[in-house]
């Protein structure tokens, strides 16, 4: 009974290749959000929605979109994708846009292009 | 931005409590101190949070200074399953978790 779960959990695919990372949340929460994580182990913020509505874009490519059918979900497509692209990729929920209650993480997403 | 620093690793012998040492000297009034682990190959894992009082819950204690420039994770008994990254994290101005480097805290058998 995970409380995010993310799908894959293992991607390995070609440059150039289209991708995408599936993420769901059966907690209730309104927001979530898509982490980074590279080689060197920094966790970093890719988007944010509230309620399918985007709150957060940082400094991401946009080969990189994100796309919230509904709360409970919320997808990463990845165009274009490049070696650089190679991280795990996590998936998190909180209850409001200011966590102060916590994100709950899901397990990640390995994506390795070759 | 709270910005935190936290020592690389340290190491704790098994049952011993593990007191691990954040420095946030920039932190502002109404910024939460948050601490999170990422135990190997998993996703991070929400501990505790504090505003000013220590805190306590069923996995940690969480002991902040007075002027709130530094605080101190506690896990009483350690075992080899908390091995881990563990993060001190500040909201900043937008309120967006921003996790640093983290401890690498090994648990000695």
């Known amino acids: 009974d995970t409380a995010v779960s993310q799908t894959p959990k293992y991607l390995v695919t070609q440059m150039g290749n289209d991708k995408s990372i599936k993420c769901e949340q059966n907690l209730g929460h309104d927001t979530m959000y898509w982490y980074k994580q590279d080689s060197k182990k920094f966790l970093k913020i890719m988007f944010s929605y509230n309620n399918k509505e985007l709150i957060i874009n940082e400094t991401v490519p946009n080969r990189f979109s994100p796309k919230s059918p509904d709360k409970a979900h919320l997808n990463l497509h990845i165009n274009s994708l490049e070696l650089g692209d190679s991280a795990v990729y996590f998936c998190?929920?909180?209850?409001?846009?200011?966590?102060?209650?916590?994100?709950?993480f899901g397990s990640g997403t390995r994506l390795t292009v070759v | 931005d709270a910005k935190t620093t936290q020592p690389p690793s340290m190491d704790c012998a098994e049952g011993r409590a593990a007191n691990l040492p954040c420095n946030h000297s920039t932190i502002s009034g109404n910024e939460y101190v948050y601490w999170y682990r990422q135990i190997h190959s998993q996703g991070p894992q929400y501990i505790i949070h504090g505003l000013k009082n220590n805190e306590t819950n069923e996995m940690a204690s969480l002991i902040i200074t007075e002027d709130r420039k530094s605080s101190t994770l506690i896990l009483p008994h350690a075992t080899l399953r908390d091995t881990a990254v563990y993060y001190c994290i500040g909201l900043n101005r937008d309120d967006k978790i921003i996790f640093g480097k983290g401890t690498r805290l090994h648990i000695l058998p």
């Open positions: 998190a929920s909180s209850q409001e846009p200011r966590p102060l209650y916590g994100y709950t």
